[in-house]
């Protein structure tokens, strides 16, 4: 047993902002005194850096990264009477917009190594109603996108990546969000690339979608007061523009930190018992969202909740926070009852949900505080 030294959250935002402080106040500061609030040059000029970023020829910003999904969704014409094809452990918010334009959600099991999309299970979900599938790259570990896409071409189904928690990641060469038709960013403040605020943007190669989602976003209109169709208002600020043009230029550092720190938890938590750490496929170079280890070995059909619950507890009880992503398989929501789905029906998702726990994970997590928490759990757990 160690002594507590200071606790360890599980994410720290706070931190990252004081290395970048005197570049963002100034920024901030010149967007106050220029007036220009909405649209305008920093919003163009961080959508320019970001399609760059991503070797794609066009970058929609908009209001967040479920926008980015729902705009998706809208510019590929999807809707009542159409299925997608989606992960049931993921965030809400990628099988929510689904159920906003109309659509119903098809949920597919994952792989147990990778919490990704089992692709395996993929063409047994396809039907004539089926336009497309929403790949997450979960935590930031991407999907393999090559046999994805492969699948995807042979039923002429859409590509919309959710990579809300992976940019900067790649897969085989390519960053995520420019394999797809379509990716989907969010800059919430956890994310990788994190604003102040709510943020999110939407990738693609084809200038007709980018000219139709800028409609989308901006209620439909292209002529001032002359509106087309049923859009939403959907803008990135120009503060939030700013602030992301300078951490835009640190993501790949703060990735590359965060690539070390799970190849560390990797080499010291890989041996202890119980704990099933996590593994990146070959041809995929992840950023580190979270760092989700499995809790198993309690009892014949895996980990339960509750000794995943005590780990964290005790952890907790040495000062290292944790986190659940996600407690509950999207599958088994009450929202989608009406889809009758049955527990069992899903079962590596619904086994992830009991086993998971998520260890503190930021670029600015030092070496001692990655020592404390190898140490609480092997302490927890010997080994
Ligand atoms: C955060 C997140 C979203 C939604 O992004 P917001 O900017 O919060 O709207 C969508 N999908 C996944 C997988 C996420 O983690």
């Not at 809707?79 to 965030?91: H, L, Q, R």
């Not at 895996?302 to 944790?322: C, H, I």
């Not at 009991?354 to 757990?381: G, N, R, W």
Request: proline share 5%.
């Amino acid at each position: 047993m160690i002594q507590s030294v200071n606790p360890i959250p599980a994410f720290d935002i706070k931190q990252q902002y004081t290395t970048i402080e005197a570049e963002v106040s100034a920024a901030v500061l010149e967007v106050l005194a220029s007036g220009r609030y909405i649209g305008g040059p920093l919003v163009e000029g961080f959508e320019r850096q970001f399609a760059a970023y991503h070797s794609v020829n066009e970058c929609v910003a908009c209001n967040s990264g479920t926008d980015a999904l729902y705009l998706a969704l809208r510019v590929l014409e999807i809707g009542a009477g159409d299925e997608v094809i989606t992960t049931p452990f993921t965030f809400i918010a990628t099988s929510e917009v689904i159920s906003a334009v109309g659509a119903r959600p098809v949920f597919v099991d994952i792989d147990a190594t990778t919490f990704n999309l089992d692709l395996e299970q993929i063409a047994a979900a396809i039907t004539p109603k089926t336009k497309a599938i929403i790949p997450v790259h979960l935590f930031g570990q991407p999907v393999d996108m090559t046999a994805l896409m492969a699948i995807a071409q042979s039923h002429n189904l859409s590509v919309i990546e959710d990579c809300a928690q992976s940019t900067g990641a790649i897969w085989s060469e390519q960053k995520v969000g420019s394999i797809g038709h379509i990716g989907c960013f969010s800059f919430y403040p956890t994310k990788n690339l994190g604003g102040c605020g709510d943020g999110g943007a939407i990738t693609t190669n084809d200038p007709a979608i980018a000219a139709k989602l800028r409609i989308l976003r901006d209620h439909g209109s292209k002529v001032r007061y002359i509106h087309e169709e049923v859009g939403v208002n959907s803008r990135l600020d120009a503060l939030q523009a700013a602030i992301l043009q300078i951490k835009l230029r640190y993501l790949d550092i703060w990735n590359e930190r965060r690539r070390a720190i799970a190849a560390y938890y990797h080499q010291f938590l890989n041996q202890v018992p119980g704990i099933i750490t996590p593994q990146e496929l070959a041809g995929g170079v992840g950023v580190w969202n979270q760092y989700t280890i499995r809790i198993s070995g309690e009892g014949r059909n895996g980990s339960s909740a509750k000794y995943r619950d005590w780990v964290r507890n005790q952890l907790q009880e040495q000062g290292v926070s944790s986190m659940v992503y996600y407690p509950h398989p999207l599958h088994l929501q009450p929202v989608y009852q009406s889809l009758g789905y049955q527990p069992g029906e899903l079962p590596v998702a619904e086994q992830a949900c009991h086993e998971v726990m998520s260890l503190p994970m930021f670029p600015e997590l030092t070496d001692q505080q990655q020592d404390q928490v190898i140490y609480a759990l092997k302490d927890c757990l010997g080994g």
